[in-house]
């Protein structure tokens, strides 16, 4: 058994629309030792959603191979859907017209979890996040943030040992934002692997130990956070905003 526990290889995932034909991942290849936090960043369009989703098996590559500790997301995804789990921006997935409880309890029994373990979790997961307040509200009379966090925490439900997160602070309020990192590094305390979307470079540089980023499906960079630090320094760049800015081609900013 490889210490990698995402093992990625000439991945390439093409949308076939009516008129054209878009190559949102170009032959992409790496690997995701166990414990690591890895940032994902890249402008809009990149492709970052679309690893997510191969990672998270709720979207086939159209060539190359995934592993998630040594399964195909092909043809192994539910071994591989036991031990993962993920979180995307905004409120898809969620059922509207059920409580808050109703819907984290309904999650909880798709991942097997037993019954009076499952209604503790549920309960730590609210106090964890700060909305036990909202146990019992419908989701569809809940704010952005709000749902966001039933997100997370539905998310969470599985104590995943790989956490794909897409974006999970947007629209967070500061609170959440630290609720949520304090998951986070909690969860590295425990080994656990951790691959994060974000637009916030701060929240990329503080969490994670390592970073790819992508641009038009390929890989630009993939360093070690204190690496990647050290040498967008040393070309002038005060921070990995502006590297960031450059690196996505854009230098009239
Ligand atoms: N269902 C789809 N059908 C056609 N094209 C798609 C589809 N989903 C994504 N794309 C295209 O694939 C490319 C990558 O999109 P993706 O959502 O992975 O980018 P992203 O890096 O997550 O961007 P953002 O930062 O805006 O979230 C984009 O050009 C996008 O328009
Ligand atoms: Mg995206």
């Known amino acids: 058994m490889c210490s990698s526990v995402i093992q990625v290889s000439n991945l390439k995932r093409i949308y076939e629309c009516k008129k054209s034909v878009i190559t949102a991942l170009d032959n992409i290849s790496f690997e995701i030792?166990?414990?690591?936090?890895?940032?994902?960043?890249?402008?809009?369009?990149?492709?970052?959603?679309?690893?997510?989703?191969?990672?998270?098996?709720?979207?086939?590559?159209?060539?190359?191979?995934?592993?998630?500790?040594d399964k195909n997301v092909v043809n192994e995804y539910k071994e591989i859907?036991?031990?993962?789990?993920?979180?995307?921006?905004?409120?898809?997935?969620?059922?509207?017209?059920?409580?808050?409880?109703?819907?984290?309890?309904?999650?909880?029994?798709?991942?097997?979890?037993?019954?009076?373990?499952?209604?503790?979790?549920?309960?730590?997961?609210?106090?964890?996040?700060?909305?036990?307040?909202?146990?019992?509200?419908?989701?569809?009379?809940?704010?952005?943030?709000?749902?966001?966090?039933?997100?997370?925490?539905?998310?969470?439900?599985?104590?995943?040992?790989?956490?794909?997160?897409?974006?999970?602070?947007?629209?967070?309020?500061?609170?959440?934002?630290?609720?949520?990192?304090?998951?986070?590094?909690?969860?590295?305390?425990q080994g656990r692997t951790i691959l994060i979307t974000s637009h916030y470079m701060n929240e990329i540089e503080n969490l994670c130990n390592k970073i790819i980023f992508i641009n038009n499906g390929k890989i630009i960079e993939n360093l070690p956070t204190k690496t990647l630090r050290e040498k967008y320094l040393s070309n002038g760049f005060n921070t990995l905003e502006e590297y960031f800015v450059y690196l996505s081609g854009d230098n009239n900013v």
């Open 33 to 69: 030792s166990k414990g690591e936090c890895v940032g994902l960043i890249g402008p809009n369009g990149a492709g970052k959603t679309t690893l997510i989703k191969i990672l998270s098996t709720f979207l086939l590559p159209s060539s190359g191979k995934v592993l998630i500790n």
């Open 81 to 189: 859907r036991n031990n993962i789990n993920y979180v995307y921006g905004g409120d898809r997935g969620l059922y509207w017209r059920l409580s808050v409880y109703d819907n984290l309890f309904f999650f909880g029994t798709l991942y097997k979890i037993k019954k009076n373990d499952l209604i503790k979790k549920i309960d730590k997961l609210l106090y964890d996040l700060n909305i036990e307040d909202l146990k019992f509200r419908l989701i569809e009379t809940l704010s952005k943030g709000q749902k966001q966090r039933i997100q997370i925490a539905r998310g969470l439900l599985n104590s995943p040992q790989i956490l794909l997160l897409d974006e999970p602070t947007i629209g967070l309020d500061p609170v959440g934002t630290k609720k949520l990192h304090d998951i986070i590094i909690k969860m590295k305390e």
